[in-house]
C-alpha cells in the first residue's frame, strides 16, 4: 500500500494526506494506527464511514 511505501523512503506519517478516492476500511484503520493526521473526503458518506475509523475528529 502507497502509505507503507512512502514511510518506507523515510516520510514520517504526519507528513503524509491520505486522499485516495476509494478508501477501503483497512486502509482507512492502517493510516489511523501508524498517525496519519489527515484524510480527504468526497462525499457525506464518507464522512460517517471515516468517522467511524477515527472517532476523535
Known sequence: QEIQ???ANGVSADRI???NP???RSH???AEKVG???TMV???E???RIKAVY???
Do not use: G, Q
Open 55 to 57: 472517532p476523535d475528529i
Open 28 to 30: 482507512m484503520e492502517y
Open 36 to 38: 496519519v493526521p489527515i
Open 5 to 7: 511505501l512512502v514511510m
Open 22 to 24: 476509494i478508501k477501503s
Open 46 to 48: 464518507e464522512v460517517l
Open 42 to 44: 468526497d462525499t457525506k
Open 17 to 19: 494526506i491520505f486522499a
